[in-house]
């Protein structure tokens, strides 16, 4: 689909820079308001590691958190994946795949009267728990559910 | 021309439910092309979304998000006739915004 | 016009006097075969890459096995394969490393590996499959002269088998059968697997509940809008289908329910998207090869724009008879290294219903109507000649050029196969 991306550039009327600024670590360009990218968290090998780097000592299990994910999902290319936090105060979801060779996948921070919810496709390298982690003013809370990843047979 | 995000806004309660399909490779950096080549990291790294202007979700994602990205969020005391955008920015800085009324539920 | 004319002064040229040929004998039988036979068609080019080089790798970096299968047959040759033949003797009780052989069993590179249709006892990975029986006791009901013929050619017991020669077709070596052999031979104990979506005999068949025509769910839709940019787009000789064809809505309501069809002309059956390129060479002059982006989007739109009308192909012609008979025939073909033919795993007769490793086997009828469709797995939009493609080459048999005839005639079986399903393109799937 190389074909979309081009027509969004000439609509954009920007050069593509060569350099990559993926794990700047900056502020992200255009909005200051954005958080920094998390890069320790997102190069974090374990899952462990990634959650320290939010900040999480101990992540309290809740079962206000409905992590709606597919038992067997049919490929690891395209797992959804939709969380909702019913803890008062939720101020960020952060999703982690343990078994992902960097286990943090995404972090969703809500203000201004966004409900604490979210839905996404998730890519998984195999059969893993994918862990919904809620910071709600300063405390931790987390549930897990195992998603399998369905193994082929027929050439994928 | 194609637009190259697609997105949906609708009244459902008292919150807008908001889904929005962006086109992109969400390249992880490990895949390799037709010539055997490893294709360089490039992904989506920051979406914001706004509400009437405000930031109501600010979303830092990784290489281990679907190519062709989804995103559905809500936004509570929404209307109908809210305006709605949704930003992106990627690892080479390039960038895709669009946005969208909320229809009545 | 003579050659395979490139620029496209000479393609305008060259089509300019297909068009006056095919106009000028328009003119004959009933008013819908006299409508048929004017539509303008290129003749003489291929409609799809020459020579026809197979895929590397898809939009998320799947890759396609690149072997040469010339040795086996395939959808165009029905000669090649070895027959059965008696498997070699060896001495009695057969030497092998159970170890090595339970490797093997579980290796899904070597082959698509045992487990992929099997339960193997207490040592059976995740998601085995149900298309063969359990073997579980094997060990302990079968001696080792069966089992080593079975494995080196099933057809020695089993004329039809599913299962491939693994010693005949020489995906394994004699060494490693022997492996294999001395692995089954350490079956001896029923195996229970209680996690009922680990059970392929307990495990729910996957559901189709996604909205393909949501744009926020099936990237598909790009290639929709993209399909209708192409209809609007002036080509090279200055017109654009949207100039001959002011009103798709009302015009294609059912245009596409009735592909694919026989085309006299061709002496055999055109598809959606094949029809795309040869028209388009005819009139607009715009070059819309096959499983380009461009003829995707395109037969997308035009099923599309069909969305809701019942699967009804012509068959009243010969022609059309004739291809629905070969296009059966060649469901029932054995081809590749691992023997396999299209009715082995898509009818009901067979084995569809079952599992193949974890994923699901369908049967033919009810599954063709989404095309073209979105595929999750690959990242890419696909043809239902793609499709076909891919089968092909999964059972390591060489695939055709999408416009090859015999897809075509398979085309039609399967169309005639789902009479009444209705359309609903673009789809969305694994």
């Known amino acids: 689909m190389h074909q979309y991306r081009r027509k969004l550039l000439q609509a954009l009327g920007s050069a593509v820079p060569l350099a990559i600024a993926a794990g700047a670590g900056l502020l992200r360009a255009g909005n200051a308001l954005a958080a920094a990218w998390n890069k320790t968290g997102f190069e974090a090998k374990v899952a462990a590691d990634a959650l320290k780097s939010l900040g999480v000592t101990g992540a309290q299990p809740s079962k206000e958190i409905i992590l709606a994910a597919p038992d067997i999902a049919e490929n690891g290319a395209q797992v959804p994946v939709t969380i909702t936090s019913k803890i008062p105060n939720t101020q960020s979801i952060s999703i982690i795949v343990d078994k992902n060779p960097f286990p943090l996948n995404s972090i969703y921070e809500f203000t201004n009267g966004a409900d604490s919810y979210v839905s996404i496709k998730l890519k998984m390298g195999q059969t893993s728990n994918v862990i919904a982690v809620v910071n709600a003013d300063g405390r931790f809370f987390a549930a897990s559910k195992e998603v399998k990843v369905t193994i082929g047979g027929c050439g994928g | ?105 | 016009m003579t050659g395979i004319a490139r620029g496209p002064g000479l393609i305008t040229a060259a089509l300019a006097a297909a068009f006056i040929v095919i106009t000028a004998g328009a003119a004959v039988g009933a008013q819908q075969t006299s409508a048929r036979a004017a539509t303008p068609l290129e003749l003489k080019m291929p409609a799809s890459a020459r020579p026809w080089n197979r895929y590397k790798v898809d939009s998320q970096g799947s890759t396609w096995p690149q072997t040469d299968w010339h040795n086996f047959n395939n959808l165009a040759t029905a000669d090649v394969s070895p027959a059965p033949q008696a498997a070699p003797a060896f001495a009695l009780p057969i030497q092998g490393d159970a170890e090595r052989g339970r490797a093997l069993a579980y290796d899904r590179s070597r082959g698509g590996s045992c487990v992929v249709c099997h339960i193997m006892g207490k040592t059976t990975p995740a998601q085995p499959g149900n298309v063969g029986p359990d073997l579980s006791t094997i060990g302990a009901t079968r001696d080792d002269q069966f089992l080593f013929n079975y494995v080196y050619d099933p057809r020695l017991y089993n004329a039809g088998s599913i299962m491939p020669p693994w010693g005949a077709y020489q995906v394994y070596r004699l060494d490693e059968v022997r492996d294999i052999v001395a692995f089954l031979k350490t079956l001896k104990e029923p195996y229970a697997i209680t996690d009922k979506s680990e059970n392929p005999n307990t495990r729910a068949a996957p559901v189709e509940s996604r909205d393909n025509l949501d744009p926020t769910e099936n990237p598909a839709i790009f290639g929709l809008d993209l399909g209708k940019e192409v209809f609007r787009r002036v080509g090279a000789n200055g017109k654009s289908c949207a100039a001959c064809h002011a009103t798709p809505e009302s015009a294609f309501k059912t245009w596409t329910a009735h592909m694919p069809r026989y085309e006299p002309r061709l002496k055999r059956v055109l598809g959606v998207e094949e029809f795309i390129t040869r028209h388009a060479r005819a009139t607009t002059g715009d070059e819309l090869l096959m499983q380009s982006n461009d003829n995707l989007g395109l037969s997308i739109y035009l099923h599309n724009l069909a969305n809701g009308a019942p699967i009804n192909p012509d068959l009243a012609s010969a022609g059309a008879r004739a291809a629905v008979k070969n296009g059966q025939a060649l469901m029932k073909r054995k081809i590749g290294q691992l023997n396999m033919a299209c009715v082995d795993c898509h009818t009901r007769e067979h084995h569809a219903g079952k599992w193949v490793r974890g994923q699901y086997l369908v049967e033919s009828k009810g599954t063709i109507a989404h095309f073209p469709t979105w595929r999750t797995s690959r990242g890419d939009i696909w043809d239902i000649r793609k499709r076909f493609q891919w089968c092909n080459v999964s059972v390591r048999a060489d695939e055709l050029p999408p416009d090859a005839r015999e897809y075509g005639d398979i085309e039609l079986a399967l169309a005639a196969l789902n009479k009444g399903e209705k359309i609903n393109s673009p789809g969305i799937r694994h």
Not at chain 2, 47 to 68: F, M, Y
Not at chain 2, 80 to 85: I, P, R, S, W
């Open chain 2, 1 to 105: 021309m194609a637009d190259p995000m697609k997105i949906r806004a609708r009244m459902e309660g008292d919150a807008a439910d908001v889904k929005v399909l962006m086109s992109h490779p969400m390249e992880t950096g490990q895949r390799k092309n037709e010539k055997g080549e490893l294709v360089p990291v490039h992904f989506i790294q920051s979406v914001i979304a706004t509400h009437n202007g405000k930031t109501v979700l600010d979303v830092q994602w990784s290489q281990a998000v679907a190519r062709n990205p989804f995103l559905g969020f809500r936004v509570k005391g929404a209307k109908a006739g809210d305006k709605v955008t949704v930003s992106w920015t990627d690892t080479k800085g390039d960038k895709g915004s669009i946005d969208t009324t909320v229809a009545a539920a």
